[in-house]
């Protein structure tokens, strides 16, 4: 870890040797703020800029799927809506229409439910399993290892498709969650493992030796010391595993096909358009619909997101 | 792994949420599907039941079958012949989803209802590319529509497809002309019986525009021409509207219209030869062809009425091209008959028929007396000889399958199969169409792209054209890029 | 059985989910049970136990079937016939390939380098703010969205006549005193790659920001308290302190955008269908292996995907190494 350290180093030590803050003088620090604020004047602003750039475009997906007719949308730029003489024009048939009861959403939203939560935490699981062992059990070939792993990113879905699939009616369970399971916990794993190794180095070598020490096998090491450090990076692991897995279409139909018995939210949402494509205006509604729970999961598992739980550990 | 558990509590309250949620979107659809029932009820033209309203449909659908099941006996006297199924399933695969699935769902009911066989139907956007994974995973479905000769090919290569039964083959003989039977042959032996049809060489238009402006419905290219100069010199809208986007398949319009000028200009024997690359793509006939299109629709002056110039063609997309007729910024639009959904989806109060809002005259040939027309269809193929998949193959290539399917579908279906009884079509543009297919003296032909090996017929066929439309290319340069295109 | 193959209700099917959960658990406690019998463990046996069930599930999920499409590669079209390395003599000599490539290495290097200045920058300006959550959602939304529902989303901004950037284009031209018509964006090469490229980079920067916030979020306070104690403006804070420190993690997610974006097809395909000299590689891939049902080629395309990753990953190497040497 050169960065860090060698970052680290001028600062942590910068204090100890400088006069304590209270010695600057008034107009000192008077100056200090003031600079400050207009940075974080300027740093809001940016911030705003970007979060718009970021906003508009859904902002105009979310007004069009509360607009009327077909015609209306491919005609009229969605802001044309918002003038006030115009909100007589808003209505709920898009969503009415996407939340119908021929769509039956209830019984997709279980599947997407019930293919979602194991494919997210297996590979979860098994990431941590194996970036334990990547960055604290030290063993012959363990670079190569992990760099063949994380190349597997690369690998397009598409061309396990018949390689797996064949396995899978082999074993008779093509068209089963459990074939859905393991395909979302396998495509994840180079990434689970990637990223959560990144994130298992930075702990910091004294904490998992003073276990060591004190007589901690690995087990004991990966479950007391490693797992609760790792709470923000599995957090945010999770979410895009759950992005992943909850927006995939591919994978569904390819092992489990396009059947209420298994098929996710998005088969259906995508058929919402019709077999000649006609009628995608009520993919607004639809990629709405789905989005809830997205968007759901990130806000909750934002509150794992927490600051400084290495707070106190590093030395200075 | 505690955080684990502490994680799955907020998803568990967005899952009630949700299907909280879709509950109370039922109940709010179900007052409108009531509603729009009883208008369907009265107006069984095609207003009402349109892509949108989906509720409506099926729901009459179920009500119908339940009924039919009910009488019993006499209902069942059809089905008689193919046997007690009873605890047999036959795997359906194909394109149609959504309102079209339910409809032809609907449209087998009673034969599952009779013969006791479980119909498991699966429908796919994704069919074309996923087909060939399953059944190369030794996944294949019992029976795959296929929408296009050409995948017929590809799958009869893996060895996998069944030939057609004798009950299939003594139905086709009877129902079908020779040429359809040879669509569903691949190198002597016959595979796949036809399904549906489509007829695609019409001219939409405004019935009420054409009677203000004093036009009269062309019936020789040449009227068609000067119909067209006729337009443009009015000066009231440009004559005519193009539009060919289509997301991943963008272009096929423009084929489609090709295609129509080949037949024309190069004649029938020609395109017949020009489809199986006897001569090449780009033989002078052909450019020919393309430059008498290049005249009307690669013209400043002739489009693209409400959308934009020449470039406008490639990015508009093909289900709203034809809206400017509505709109009245246009007066001509060449598409398939199955393009009268559209009309319903963009705005469902439109009507279709000769006195509606909208209707359509066949594209005319070089003389009155000729009829050349192009058209597509699907086809079914089987990857299982059990007797149960022969018994549904057959009941499919029956007149009794495609009266049923009549009866299921509001609009947008039609077959050539014969035997169908035409006044069970719903919608009359179904009728009309049906009334092309039939007719003998039509010269009829498939449409090429879907007979061509799939780089050109979905690749650079597609590509180029758009090309010509977006980029400005010559019709040689287009033609030459095609052929260059096409595999050896 | 029928329970455990084909669940029909919903009851059923949460119920097999909660088994499959159980099984998982017991599975892996009882691995970890085991590995912690011994009183000194060998450092192999550790290793496989601790590594075993995922690289098995990477081998037979993802190492066969690319062992498979290489090998598929060497093949014809129909996957009966070896023909050498002619899929990739004729993948270099078409005419169109290299427009492709070039569009490839455009996305792989645009798209990462944009996604994560852009998600770094916008982490670090919402940290310790008021508004954290709330902002930090506003940048994840586009990775929310389904890809469908982002493709209509700019079909909004980039259409000739509906498209914001076209009314913006018109409005601004008229400020002007200019009357235009808004250009086709997505049809005029080489611009339209980069319009395209933006639509990536829109969707990964919520990727890029969620995961570096995660590591902004992991440096300690006291060295940030300290920085700030010495005066150190915002802006040096960040150049300083910030970044350095979190230059793993930053590499992490660069690596993993530029292999999202090299193999990720959807948006060209919906959006220009690879249409206007817009194709990369992985469409190009689709369309060999499903629409032509070129196995041969396609499987060549793809095998190809991995050459283009070879400097991202020597990259990571020489990453690995650099940060081995030091601990």
Known sequence: ?316 | MLPTTRKALPLLAVALLITGLSACGDSGTDNTSSKSATGAATDTAAAGDTDTDTDTDTGTDNTDTDTQAATGDDACAAYAQYGDLSGTKVTVYATFIDQEGSEYEASWAQFANCTGAEIAYEGSREFEAQLPVRVEAGAAPDIAILPQPGLLRTMVATGQVKPAPAAVEANVDQYWSASWKDYGTVDGTFYAAPLGASAKSFVWYSPAMFADAGYSIPTTWDELVALTEQIAADGVAKPWCVGIESGTATGWPATDWVEDMVLRFAGGANYDKWVAHEIPFNDPSIVTSLEEMGALIHNEDYVNAGIGNVQSIAAEPWTDAGYPIVDGTCYLHRAASFYQTNWTTLDPELTVGEDGDVWAFPLPGLTADSKPTIGGGDFVAAFSDRPEVQAFQAFLASPEWANAKATATPQGWVTANSGLDASLLQSPMDQLAFSVLADPGVEFRFDGSDLMPSEVGAGSFWTEMTNYFAQDKSPQEVLDAIEASWPK | MDLLLHPESPGDKLLLMVIAIALFVVVTGAILALLSLPRRLPRWLAALGFLGPAVLAVCFGLVYPALVTINNSLKDRSGSRYIGLGNYVQAFTEGQFLVVLRNSVLWVVLVPVAATALGLLYAALVDRTRYEKLAKTLMFLPMAISMVGASIIWKFVYDNKVGLLSQAYVGVAKLFGQEVTAPQWLMNAPANTLFLIVVMVWIQAGFAMTVLSAAIKAIPDDITEAAMLDGLTAWQLFRTITVPMIRPSIVVVLTTVAMTSLKAFDVVRTMTGGNYDTSVIANEFYTQSFTNQNKGMGAALAVLLFVIVIPVIAYNVRQLKRSEDVR
């Open chain 1, 1 to 316: 870890m050169t960065s860090p350290t060698t970052a680290a180093r001028p600062t942590s030590a910068a204090p100890a040797k400088a006069p304590k803050p209270t010695r600057l003088t008034r107009a000192e620090r008077r100056a200090v703020t003031a600079k400050n604020r207009l940075t974080s004047r300027t740093a809001s602003g940016l911030a705003l800029v970007i979060a718009l750039l970021w906003t508009v475009p859904t902002f105009g997906l979310a007004v069009t799927s509360f607009r009327g007719s077909r015609r209306q949308i491919t005609t009229t730029g969605w802001w044309k809506a918002l003038w006030p003489s115009n909100w007589g024009d808003f209505s709920l048939t898009n969503y009415q229409t996407a939340l119908g009861s021929q769509n039956k959403l209830g019984t997709y939203f279980v599947n997407s439910f019930v293919v979602t939560l194991p494919s997210v935490l297996i590979p979860i699981t098994l990431a941590l399993l194996a970036a334990y062992a990547f960055a604290w059990i030290d063993f012959r070939g363990r670079n190569i290892l992990f760099i063949a792993v994380f190349s597997l990113q690369v690998v397009p879905i598409q061309v396990t498709m018949i390689p797996l699939l064949t396995q899978y009616v082999n074993w008779g369970l093509n068209g089963t969650y459990w074939v859905l399971w393991l395909s979302h916990a396998m495509f994840g794993l180079p990434l689970a493992i990637f990223l959560l190794h990144n994130f298992m180095r930075e702990i910091p070598r004294e904490l998992v030796e003073a276990a060591r020490v004190d007589g901690a096998g690995h087990v004991q090491v990966f479950l007391r010391v490693i797992l609760p450090l790792m709470t923000p990076a599995i957090a945010s692991f999770a979410i895009f595993q759950f992005l992943w897995v909850w927006n995939d279409l591919l994978v569904a139909l390819a092992f489990a096909g396009n059947t209420p018995e298994v098929a996710p939210l998005t088969a259906r949402l995508s058929d919402m358009v019709g077999s000649r494509g006609s009628a995608w205006h009520l993919l607004s509604a639809g990629a709405f619909i789905s989005m809830v729970v997205p968007l759901a999961v990130f806000l909750a598992l934002q509150r794992f997101f927490v600051r400084g739980l290495l707070a106190g550990s590093v030395k200075g």
